[in-house]
């Protein structure tokens, strides 16, 4: 599968942006997708995840609340819309997917094989 991440730009703080991470290839059926983001200071950071064919979701502590991960089926294409975006929100954007992914290392970069390209989100104060 190839990952295509779009939709970052530049918001103010308390303001809201929507990633897309579009499938091409294959179906995101059976796959588990996750979004992470990295900034030059930081290693890359799980954001949000999403196990397909169970529609799942789940959530780092710091976006909870703030942030959903979702999906559209006829798109194949998983959102993340991000709301009451901060400072510290700011980074690259990737979206990932692999079909290996279990519970335990859903959370972690190296659980998956496929990753997009990235899409910078910066938020000004």
């Known amino acids: 599968v190839q990952l295509q991440a779009s939709g970052g730009g530049l918001v103010q703080a308390g303001g809201s942006l929507r990633l897309s991470c579009a499938a091409s290839?294959?179906?995101?059926?059976?796959?588990?997708i996750g979004w992470f983001r990295q900034t030059p200071k930081k290693e890359r950071e799980f954001v949000a995840g999403t196990k397909w064919s169970a529609g799942t979701t789940y959530y780092a502590d710091s976006v909870k609340g703030r942030f959903t991960i979702s999906r559209d089926s006829a798109k194949n294409t998983v959102y993340l819309q991000m709301n009451t975006l901060n400072p510290e929100d700011t980074a690259v954007y990737y979206c990932?997917?692999?079909?290996?992914?279990?519970?335990?290392?859903?959370?972690?970069?190296?659980?998956?094989?496929?990753w997009g390209q990235g899409t910078q989100v910066t938020v000004s104060s």
């Open positions: 290839g294959d179906t995101f059926r059976g796959y588990t």
């Open positions: 990932a997917a692999d079909r290996n992914v279990i519970v335990s290392n859903s959370r972690s970069p190296r659980a998956y094989d496929h």
